[in-house]
Structure formats: structure tokens, C-alpha cells
């Protein structure tokens, strides 16, 4: 019996995928971004969830995390879209792993690298198109094209950006304006006979609003895991297909814990570090075996509930490293050993991530990628 893990519905997960197949054209490739142990939800169980539905193609930030896809999904293409050391780009060569390419220097030790291995690297480049993150502008671009013109055992596969702002607004003139600086740097490689077979630019919520952003290859992030990107995106999104289908994505995850003590605690007693709690009623408290060395964000301390017995229990006091207490007076069956839901459903409740992420004040990417790598991921194949 675990203390905690994190349950992954595949057939949801299943849904999801399909959902976003049945938007795409036939020749656009849907890559999976799994990232930060696939935001959370665990790599190794999405790589191969993704395999089992279809996908090969997955998209990453390390090498690390190119090296464990390949170790489960024998024919993946797996593009790092990070920061890579100089000693790790020969590994990736040799595992056939694509790279982006951000930096002018980086394309010669990439093509000296290569050379030394009599292989070919496979390169994607990354335009800066407004995001003033990793990329290339227009200047640098330029005087890439003459080292590109010539470079050996290099082959340039790909051509990508990334969006700013389209998901936090409803106003996408802002990303309209990358997609043209984008076409614009695109168009001097053209003239240049330099031309990659895979152009690149859409996120969830440009996937999900925008088909000219689709080009070659979608990179899917938050929404294959059934979330939208944004309350933002998700009114766009009914507003602009004239939809009213609001459970088009299904979360794919339940995190779960179990009560650990019930005890009995009177009237005016204090709970936790701190004392910021005091009880104004005599009261049972239930103690959870987790806390914010597993990602249970500590700003949740005195901010909302937990699942026992289909109930809602609100949280005491402060979320320590390790355990987190919660009121279960109104939930008198509640008994050690129950299970208890942190994220997702029990009985007719259900604890969003998103309400987390707002109990928490941040947002629902970052709730996720903290779900500690520690917690056990189990696959629910049957509901
Ligand atoms: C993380 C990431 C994505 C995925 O974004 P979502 O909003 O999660 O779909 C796509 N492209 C790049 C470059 C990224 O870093």
C-alpha cells in the first residue's frame, strides 16, 4: 500500500490524442512535448502511452530526457528544444536525437562533432520571433546563411518558433506578428536554397485556435494531458469553432494519498507549525502523508480542500515537507487508511488542477511539473 501516487487514465489520454488527430490535417506530424517528466505526469508512462496511441514523435528541453524516450520507444524522433553542453551533442548524434540550434557557434561544433562520427546531425533552427527567449533573429540569421551554405554533416530538418502571448489573452494580434516575422526569415532561407522539410511554430493554444500555425509538425504540451492552456484559450476556443462542447479535453490525471491518523483536537487548540490555525469548534483532524517535498505546494496552507469519502475537507494549519492536516469533523467515517484525493475526482466532487492552481496562486503548468518524480505513476487502463 503506497502513501501516495499519481493515477493516469489512459483512456482519456486516449481521447485526447484523437481529439486533436481529428483537428490536424493528414500531413501535419502531432509531436508529443514531454518535458519535465512529461509535466509531471511521468515520461516513461506517456512515452509509451503516446507510442500505444500512434505518436513517435516527442519533443523534449535535455538530453537526458531524450536518452529515457529512446530507451522505451525504440522508433521514436525525439527533438531536445534546449540548452545542450558541448560533450553532449556526440550523444545525440550517435542516438540520431535532433537538436535546435540557437546559437551561431553551436552549428560548427555541431558539424565538427558530426564529422568526427561520419554522421550527419540533425538540426532544427530556432527563430527569435518576439518571445526574447532562445532563438535567432533576423541579423543573425543572416549571417548564418553563408556558413549553412557551406557546412558539412549537417542537415537542417526543421525551422521553428514559439508563441508569446496567445495564451494569455484574447487579443492575437501579437502572435499574428511572430507568424509573419517567422514567414519572413523563412522566406530568406527560401531564397537561399536552404529549405526545411519541417516548419514549426504551434503550442496547445495556437493548435487548438489557429490551423495556419500548424504547418509540418505541432508541438501538443498541456493540452494532451486534457488541460487548456488557459481560461483565455478555452473561451477562444467555444467562441471561435461556435462550440459549446466545454468537455472537449479530459484530464488524464488523479493524485491520491491516504489518511495516515484521526484524531480529536478541542476548541481553541492550534494546528500546525506556526499556529496560524485555531479550531473554533471542538474537531476531528485527519494527518496526510505528504507535504511540499512532494510537490504539495506550501501556499495551499489554510487555502482549500481535499477529497475523503466523496467529501470536501479543508485544509488546517500549514503544509509541512512532509504531512498536511485537514479538518474531517463534518466527515465522521473518515478513518486511517482512506484514500483521499488531492487533484481529480471522488464520489460527485472534483479538485481541479487549475483550483489548485489558483488556491495557490500560480498557474496550472507549474502544479503539475511539481508533482514530485518520486511518486509512483500508475496506469488505469479500465475506466
Ligand atoms: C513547452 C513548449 C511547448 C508546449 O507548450 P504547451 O502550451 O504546453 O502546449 C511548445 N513549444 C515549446 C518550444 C515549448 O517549450
Known sequence: MQK???????????????????RLENHVTLSLVIKSNAYGHGLEEIARLGEKNGIQ??????????LEIKKHVKKATVLIMGYMATDEVEKAIAQEIEMVCFNLDFIETVSKTAKGLNRDAIVHLKVETGTNRLGMGKEEIKILIPILQKIKNVRIKGLYTHYANIEDTTDHSYAQDQLTRFLAIKEMLDAAGIQPEQLHTACSAAILLFPQTHFQLVRLGISQYGLWPSRETYLSYLHKKKTNDVEALKPILTWKTRVAQVKNVSEGAFVGYGCTYKLSRDSKIAV??????????????????VLIKGKRAPIRGRICMNLTMVDVTDIPEAAVHDEVVLIGNQGD???????????????HYEVITNLGSHIPRKIINND
Open 349 to 363: 466532487e472534483n479538485i481541479s488542477v487549475e483550483q489548485v492552481a489558483a488556491w495557490a496562486d500560480t498557474i
Open 4 to 22: 501516495t501516487w499519481i493515477e493516469i487514465h489512459a483512456g482519456k489520454f486516449k481521447e485526447n490524442v484523437k481529439f486533436f488527430r481529428e
Open 57 to 66: 514523435h516527442f519533443c523534449v528541453h535535455t538530453l537526458e530526457e531524450a
Open 288 to 305: 496526510l502523508p505528504i507535504g511540499y517535498a512532494d510537490g504539495y505546494d506550501r501556499k495551499l496552507s489554510n487555502q482549500g480542500y
